[in-house]
């Protein structure tokens, strides 16, 4: 029988491949991931390590001997261990990265068939799912010394430091100078966090190449961000003293990676541009009403993880028109 697909024209080929797209990504998580590790030294490294080794041993395993197939891209599933890596404190012990790439290669990708199946996007996935069941070492932010002869970042990270301050009754302006909380600390490289919180400017210089780079479209990323924006600009005009500001917001915390790198995944994002908006919209507000409301200071990975499972409704819903209707 042959496997040729006859299709009509026009016919177009194009050079982005699968591999091609995923390298782009890869290139654009460099400069967060050098930074980090510039921050946080060998625990950086070995999580790093542990992380996409684990991933592909993983991912290797299953479709070798449950599928018998080779793995379809190698580069996709290094992304998904360098993204689980930075989403981890940086003093988590080694075996929470293998735990964590375990749980979103083999759960949320493999059990749903593999590459370009998956509903949630599997990073976030590992990172949520090591949150729940290992909430102490998954919050503990005390960092080893990094290799630029500092002794890297110890104690709660921003957010978590308003976060607690506000339940004391202590008003989040006075937080916020009592701590030294400023934005440029957050994007130049001077905040705690996870891996790759370390720095917005190393994460928006990823974004700006996946832009020139076609990789991504703005509209995800910029609607998150937008809408964060506003919704945090509005609370904090209505009450100052119990709500942060946009600036603060827009730079603490894993809002910019998880908005340029893990919201923008192809499988789990909306197809059409009114969707994407949608979902954008979607991570926003549920990113600020978890962090002002929440029990967490940190609502990015859960906002995206629920807004995945809208896609598919989204995707119905937000379909282009059809060509002459």
Same mark, same amino acid.
């Not at 290094?78 to 083999?106: C, R, Y």
């Not at 290992?134 to 976060?163: C, E, H, K, R, Y």
């Given at each position: ?17 699968t ?12 400069? &967060? ?22 991933? @592909?041993?993983? /991912?290797?395993?299953? /479709? ?6 080779? @793995?379809?891209?190698?580069s ?14 940086? $003093? ?10 375990? $749980? ?6 493999m ?6 199946q998956?509903i ?8 949520v ?12 932010? $005390?960092?080893?010394a %990094?290799?630029?002869g500092?002794?890297?970042?110890s ?22 100078? /009592?701590n %030294?909380?400023?934005? +440029?600390?957050?994007?130049?490289? &001077?905040?705690? %966090?996870?891996? %790759?919180?370390?720095?917005? =400017?190393? #994460? #928006? ?9 076609r ?8 609607? @998150?961000?937008?809408t964060v ?6 609370? +904090? #005009? ?10 603060f917001?827009?730079l ?5 990676l ?6 923008t ?16 919209? =979607? ?5 600020? #009403? ?7 200071? /940190? ?10 499972? &809208?896609?598919? =409704? @989204? ?9 002459? $209707?």
């Amino acid at each position: 029988m042959s496997r040729l697909i006859v299709s009509p024209s026009p016919h177009f080929q194009s050079p982005n491949t699968t591999r091609v797209l995923m390298n782009d990504v890869l290139i654009a998580l460099a400069p &967060a991931t050098v930074v980090s590790l510039l921050f946080y030294g060998w625990n950086a490294l070995l999580l790093l390590a542990v992380s996409v080794v684990s991933c @592909i041993l993983c /991912e290797f395993v299953i /479709e070798k001997y449950l599928r018998g197939r080779n @793995i379809p891209s190698i580069s996709a599933t290094v992304i998904t261990g360098v993204l689980l890596a930075l989403n981890l404190p940086p $003093a988590a012990p080694w075996w929470i990265a293998l735990i964590g790439s375990i $749980a979103a290669i083999g759960i949320a990708k493999m059990c749903f068939g593999g590459l370009g199946q998956n509903i949630f996007n599997p990073a976030i996935f590992g990172r949520v799912f090591l949150l729940v069941s290992f909430p102490v070492i998954m919050t503990n932010w $005390a960092a080893p010394a %990094g290799w630029l002869g500092v002794d890297a970042f110890s104690g709660a990270t921003p957010l978590a430091q308003v976060n607690e301050g506000l339940r004391a009754g202590i008003p989040a302006s006075q937080i916020i100078a /009592e701590n %030294g909380l400023t934005g +440029w600390q957050a994007f130049f490289g &001077a905040a705690g %966090g996870s891996v %790759g919180e370390v720095s917005a =400017l190393a #994460l #928006l210089i990823g974004f700006v190449y996946l832009l020139v780079r076609r990789v991504i479209k703005p509209h995800i990323p910029l609607t @998150i961000l937008a809408t964060v924006a506003l919704m945090t600009t509005i609370f +904090w #005009l209505i009450s100052p003293d119990k709500f942060t500001g946009p600036v603060f917001n827009l730079l603490s915390g894993g809002l910019l990676l998880g908005a340029i790198f893990m919201a923008t995944d192809y499988v789990t994002s909306p197809m059409t541009n009114w969707g994407m908006v949608i979902y954008g919209v =979607l991570i926003g507000v549920l990113t600020v #009403l978890i962090r002002y409301f929440g029990s967490y200071p /940190e609502g990015v990975s859960f906002a995206i993880l629920m807004a995945n499972m &809208a896609v598919p =409704l @989204i995707n119905k819903y937000c379909k282009p028109k059809r060509f002459a $209707a």
